[in-house]
């Protein structure tokens, strides 16, 4: 089982670079190329919005087993201002930015099992797993 990777998340190329490892990690673990596309989109998402929100955070990647399943474990947490309302961040078409508001809930359907935690001035923690097929 490969070690926790940690990507410090403070501009466009530390995006760029998480972005690449995740991809790296999901293929190593096993999973296709469609889902390493998957798994890349979701964590660009949340990367982006930790230089958007918060400045600066990390994204965590761990290969997980559950039984015969083989995954990969992604968690993306910053101290940036968090959010206020969950509920309303997590609905389609919602944005405190310029975006189209499909981020976070776009993000939830790509994942198998996704989480979201987050305290105003405290910080936000998404966390994610995606489920290798068999």
């Known amino acids: 089982m490969e070690a926790e990777l940690s990507v410090p998340i403070a501009s466009d190329s530390d995006i760029l670079m ?3 490892l995740g991809r790296q990690v999901a293929a190593r673990t096993g999973f296709g190329e469609g889902d390493q596309t998957v798994i890349a989109a979701a964590i660009s998402e949340v990367a982006r919005n930790i230089v958007r929100y918060a400045t600066r955070g990390e994204i965590l990647l761990r ?3 559950h039984g015969a399943r083989r995954g990969l474990l992604i968690v993306a947490r910053d101290q940036g201002p968090g ?5 309303l ?3 389609d078409g919602y944005s405190t930015g310029n975006g189209f508001g499909v981020g976070l809930p776009g993000t939830r359907r790509l994942m198998d099992e996704f989480e ?3 305290e105003p001035g405290r910080g936000t923690t998404v966390t994610m797993r995606k489920w290798a097929r068999s």
């Open 83 to 87: 959010i206020p309302d969950l509920n």
């Open 63 to 65: 290969p997980i087993n």
């Open 89 to 91: 961040a997590m609905q």
């Open 116 to 118: 979201i935690a987050s």
């Open 18 to 20: 998480a972005r690449q």
